[in-house]
């Protein structure tokens, strides 16, 4: 089963404006990484955080972490068409396995 | 630099064929891992490699193999296709034994009629 659930599942926005995704997670982690996927493409890595780390930010993204409430949040500031894309969050687990598990996803439409 | 180059891109197979997905990395990384996705999911882990000479499952490991052939290179094998096995195949890899960045390959399309 998968580890981490995106909300929301789809999003459509106005180009400008700020895109936030949510990804709840089950388990204690090491750390969550946050990646991209264009139609039809490989993943692209976007921005981790350390489970000892609130907060991290990385040109126009932004991410949080909430370890008590096991959820992270994505925020991407003045969208543009080029965000348009999958976003996928991943937790690594607090143990020996060096797993990553993914969520679903949230689908990113960027209207221009 | 390459990255994570995948071979082939797409794949047609009939039911009960065999057929084997190459991933090789040129960024002298230790681990790798192959992944599957269905339509509107997230990815899937098969098998990975935390290093060369080991392998070991992750979560959807019936039906496949995998070698670690060197450090570059990482096949997965299909060994009787089954309709099931339709999806993307993603090949990564990742610099230490797993815990920072992964890095993606392209992905192999295969349809199994």
């Known amino acids: 089963s998968q580890q981490g659930e995106e909300d929301p599942q789809a999003l459509s926005i106005q180009e400008g404006e700020n895109a936030t995704m949510n990804c709840s997670y089950k388990t204690s982690i090491n750390n969550l990484q946050w990646y991209r996927q264009n139609s039809g493409r490989g993943l692209v890595h976007l921005i981790l955080?350390?489970?000892?780390?609130r907060e991290k930010h990385s040109g126009r993204l932004r991410v949080t972490l909430d370890t008590s409430k096991k959820s992270s949040s994505l925020l991407i500031t003045a969208s543009r068409a080029a965000d348009t894309a999958s976003y996928f969050c991943?937790?690594?687990?607090?143990?020996?396995?060096?797993?990553?598990?993914f969520g679903s996803g949230t689908r990113l439409l960027v209207r221009p | 630099n390459a990255g994570v180059t995948q071979t082939p891109k797409f794949q047609v197979l009939k039911t009960g064929q065999s057929m084997t997905l190459q991933c090789a990395q040129d960024?002298?990384?230790?681990?790798m891992y192959w992944y599957r996705q269905d339509p509107g999911m997230g990815l899937r882990l098969i098998y990975y490699?935390?290093?060369?000479?080991?392998?070991d499952k992750g979560e959807v490991p019936n039906g496949y193999n995998v070698s670690r052939l060197n450090k570059r290179e990482f096949s997965l094998r299909l060994e009787s296709a089954a309709p099931s096995q339709t999806s993307v195949y993603f090949c990564a890899s990742n610099p230490g034994q797993g815990a920072g960045t992964q890095y993606f390959g392209p992905g192999t399309r295969l349809l199994v009629l």
């Open positions: 955080i350390r489970s000892n780390e």
């Open positions: 490699s935390a290093s060369e000479g080991t392998t």
């Open positions: 991943a937790t690594l687990r607090m143990d020996s396995s060096y797993k990553l598990i």
């Open positions: 960024m002298n990384h230790n681990s």
